[in-house]
């Protein structure tokens, strides 16, 4: 594997080196190819998601094949702004000096992803690194095997091969990988796998971007909302269960709300579940599988806690053959315990109760920053409070989830739940260096002078006067607005 990488390394080098995806022309061409790829291979995708994950095919198609679809296709229409280089407004100091801002490729980048979106969270990224000019290497997550499989199948026919590559294997394989140099790398998964990602990137200063996770919270101020509390409910039955069965970093964790009012929502959560999933949740077939037995064995583990079995309210069922979860919800868990110290990920609701829903700010506050902290309330000053007294990589009001697939706003985390950003221009901007072009003027020059550091205080005497100059000009003219004093 290690001559394997070697190759695959020095091969997308060489690309680079030559230029080839510098071209506006080539990055178009890539970025219709996966457009094409997906359009081509819908089918196939939607069978190797359900067979890792057991995602339905509407799922599959929302989560992952056409939000990859209109993130390409994003790239593919707005790529020529997004390549122009951007024009400084110099101070006058430095005039006739012009300056300017060009967005170059990082080189070559690895793209790690993660197994519970494996084809959003492999070609989103790879998206980016295209449009910013990059040569790519992937690595999919070998605990979703068939649509890793699948994508190693599929790159390879419709891209460049000599500058996109796709690698399978697992730990063994990224321990390889992370030994060599890149110029970026790009992994989205645990904050455990997060820190060996960055101690590697450190070796060689190479910069990352790390996509994780958190106990992302939910805000219920039932006093705001009561008339809207059935589409709170389905907002949070959807968000919970409905995408990888509550397997997402986005994911509702824990809901905060009122002690007075957990009984009511509690009892409301019960027949949206029922209406979404029916009587049988395991025999429904739109409910994703637990990816492995050992995440399976975790969440059981969680759930067989004594103190944690006591506050089970609504479901708790699980078979392990099946891996399946049935969707579950707790009353206020013990705050010491490890669901409560961990990221869920699984569909297992806690609802946390608090004598006053203002209190849910200072709760928030005592975590770890989560990746997004949701919301329900028409309240402006718990709003406002939420923006200023936290933190987190997003804040949705009102809603759940719907942040991630909206590419005019950046998503990445803070803190233990990420660093970075990422899609849309986000995306092209995650993948470039920002380079300063400063081009000036040999008119005006003063005669050196020895010693040698009497030439910079002749380049600061040199400006000063051509600044005082032309502050002067304008004034004469009668022209002051919008000069620098």
Not at 32 to 52: S, Y
Not at 328 to 339: A, C, G, R, V, Y
Not at 371 to 397: P, Q
């Amino acid at each position: 594997m290690k001559e394997t990488v070697d190759q695959s390394l020095r091969e997308m080098r060489e690309t680079y080196a030559s230029g080839r995806t510098r071209s506006v022309k080539w990055r178009k061409a890539q970025l219709g190819a996966i457009i094409e790829m997906v359009k081509d291979n819908e089918e196939k995708m939607c069978d190797v998601l359900f067979q890792d994950l057991g995602k339905h095919s509407t799922e599959a198609f929302r989560d992952e094949l056409g939000f990859v679809m209109r993130s390409a296709t994003t790239a593919l229409n707005c790529l020529d702004k997004w390549v122009v280089p951007k024009k400084s407004n110099l101070p006058l100091l430095f005039y006739p000096a012009t300056g300017k801002v060009i967005s170059e490729p990082y080189g070559t980048v690895l793209v790690l992803s993660s197994w519970n979106f494996p084809i959003s969270l492999s070609l989103d990224p790879m998206i980016g690194a295209i449009s910013a000019g990059n040569t790519v290497l992937l690595k999919a997550s070998e605990l979703s095997p068939n649509a890793s499989a699948l994508l190693a199948k599929l790159i390879p026919s419709y891209l460049d091969t000599k500058a996109i590559k796709v690698i399978e294997g697992g730990p063994d394989v990224a321990t390889i990988l992370l030994q060599h140099q890149w110029d970026k790398i790009f992994f989205t998964g645990s904050p455990k796998i997060g820190k060996i990602i960055m101690a590697a990137a450190a070796e060689h200063l190479t910069p990352v971007t790390l996509e994780l996770g958190g106990k992302c919270p939910t805000i219920i101020d039932h006093h705001s909302v009561s008339k809207d509390m059935k589409s709170v409910v389905k907002r949070i039955s959807g968000g919970k269960w409905g995408s990888c069965s509550g397997q997402a970093c986005i994911s509702v964790d824990y809901v905060l709300v009122e002690q007075s009012f957990a009984s009511t929502l509690i009892d409301m959560f019960k027949p949206v579940i029922r209406s979404f999933f029916g009587e049988n949740p395991k025999e429904s077939g739109c409910l994703a599988r637990i990816v492995t037995k050992k995440h399976f064995q975790r969440l059981s583990r969680l759930l067989n806690d004594p103190r944690v079995k006591a506050s089970i309210v609504y479901g708790g069922s699980m078979d392990e053959e099946k891996l399946y979860v049935e969707p579950t919800i707790l009353l206020d868990p013990p705050l010491d315990s490890e669901i409560m110290n961990e990221e869920i990920f699984g569909p297992i609701l806690p609802i946390i109760t608090l004598r006053d829903i203002q209190e849910s700010i200072g709760f928030i506050k005592s975590k770890p920053k989560p990746l997004a902290i949701y919301a329900f309330t028409k309240d402006e000053n718990l709003k406002t409070r939420i923006l200023l007294e936290t933190s987190s990589g997003s804040v949705t009001f009102n809603d759940l989830m719907i942040q991630y697939m909206c590419d005019a706003l950046p998503f990445g985390g803070v803190g233990q739940s990420g660093i970075g950003r990422y899609h849309g221009k986000y995306s092209f901007e995650c993948f470039s260096h920002e380079k300063a072009v400063m081009e000036g003027s040999l008119a005006m020059d003063l005669e050196a002078r020895y010693p040698p550091w009497n030439n910079f205080k002749l380049n600061f005497i040199r400006l000063a006067f051509r600044e005082a100059y032309f502050k002067l000009l304008l004034l004469m003219l009668g022209i002051t607005k919008g000069v620098r004093k």
